[in-house]
């Protein structure tokens, strides 16, 4: 079945960095869009950013363009979220999606978050 594990989490300062990493099993890792989304207390979980399956291209939230960078290793059936510049709205448990369907965009995974596989998630927190 499929798993995904996350790692990475911790807390920074604003202005810093963090690397979430999340590790992949359980299918033919490069056949799907994979996303990372965040849930903040209090609020809905939100789409991040996510990568299109094989080579596929990035795509962004507003909040973060500029900031993250999202990329995949299909040799190590990982994916990565490089943050830069934190901010304090940052603060949030990130998880980690793999689309249901193969072959697709992120964009057309994000558009179906409901079947998306997730991780177990990894708390982020940044201290203002």
């Known amino acids: 079945q499929v798993q995904l594990v996350e790692s990475g989490g911790g807390l920074v300062q604003a202005g810093g960095s963090l690397r979430l990493s999340c590790a992949a099993s359980?299918?033919?890792?490069?056949?799907?869009?994979m996303g990372w989304f965040r849930q903040a207390p209090g609020k809905e979980r939100e789409f991040v950013a996510g990568i299109g399956w094989n080579d596929g291209r990035p795509y962004y939230a507003d909040s973060v363009k500029g900031r993250f960078t999202i990329s995949r290793d299909n040799a190590k059936n990982t994916m990565n979220l490089q943050m830069n510049s934190l901010k304090s709205e940052d603060t949030a448990v990130y998880y980690c999606?793999?689309?249901?369907?193969?072959?697709?965009?992120?964009?057309?995974?994000?558009?179906?978050?409901?079947?998306?596989?997730w991780g177990q998630g990894t708390q982020v927190t940044v201290a203002s």
């Open positions: 999606a793999q689309d249901s369907r193969a072959f697709r965009t992120a964009q057309a995974m994000v558009q179906e978050i409901r079947d998306v596989y």
């Open positions: 359980g299918r033919t890792f490069n056949w799907y869009a």
